[in-house]
């Protein structure tokens, strides 16, 4: 699955779009600081801070639903 990053950027907005307005603004803003930093220590705290409040905001879904969710986060989160 090789994806060009403008692409891979667009669809992990797009999924963060689907959660609750509170985890929303609170994951766009770790991924706005993940984008902006050049350091790789800093990108992969900031892409496990955005897979944790991202899971985190999916309570109320069943656990399979939230496993695919985060399944195709994290594989996104490892191209950029």
Do not use: G
Not at 66 to 77: G, Q, T, V
């Amino acid at each position: 699955m090789n994806v060009k990053p403008d692409k891979t950027w667009q669809k992990i907005k797009k999924m963060i779009s689907e959660l609750p307005e509170p985890y929303q603004k609170k994951a766009l803003k770790i991924l706005d600081e993940c984008s902006r930093t050049q350091s790789i220590f800093e990108k992969r705290i900031y892409k496990s801070r955005l897979l944790t409040v991202c899971c985190e905001s999916l309570k109320d879904l069943s656990t399979k639903e939230r496993r695919k969710f985060c399944r195709e986060l994290r594989m996104l989160l490892r191209q950029i």
